[in-house]
Nanobody, 124 residues
Framework: QVLLVESGGGLVQAGGSLSLSCTAS????????MGWFRQAPMKEREFVAF????????YYGDSVRGRFTISRDNAKNTMYLQMNSLKPEDTAIYYC?????????????????WGQGTQVTVSS
């Protein structure tokens, strides 16, 4: 069983930056495909970003591309999400997710493990 724990959420002003972390335990981290999702109140969960096992390839949702950067450090069993130029519509709970295997990285049901989420609030 893989345990994922997010950290780094908080309150920031529009245009500001925030960095999220997701630390994994209980399994071989370098075999996992990792992603970030977010969910705002009254809305469905939205794909944010994905990174392959080695960190060599990344993919982003249309709403965050160019502003967010996903990365991972396998030696630390940690994945990161650097968020820049934040907008009020980025306000959501951000979830870390991990998959043993995946064919469509933006599909929520493909992921096997989920963190508890961390709140990001962007004020206008």
């Amino acid at each position: 069983q893989v345990l994922l724990v997010e950290s780094g959420g908080g309150l920031v002003q529009a245009g500001g930056s925030l960095s999220l972390s997701c630390t994994a335990s209980g399994g071989p981290f370098n075999t996992l495909r990792m992603g970030w999702f977010r969910q705002a109140p009254m809305k469905e969960r939205e794909f944010v970003a994905f990174v392959t096992q080695s960190g060599s390839r990344t993919y982003y949702g249309d709403s965050v591309r160019g502003r967010f950067t996903i990365s991972r450090d396998n030696a630390k069993n940690t994945m990161y999400l650097q968020m820049n130029s934040l907008k009020p519509e980025d306000t959501a709970i951000y979830y870390c997710a991990a998959a043993k295997d995946i064919w469509f990285f933006a599909k929520e049901s493909m992921y096997d493990y989920w963190g508890q989420g961390t709140q990001v609030t962007v004020s206008s």
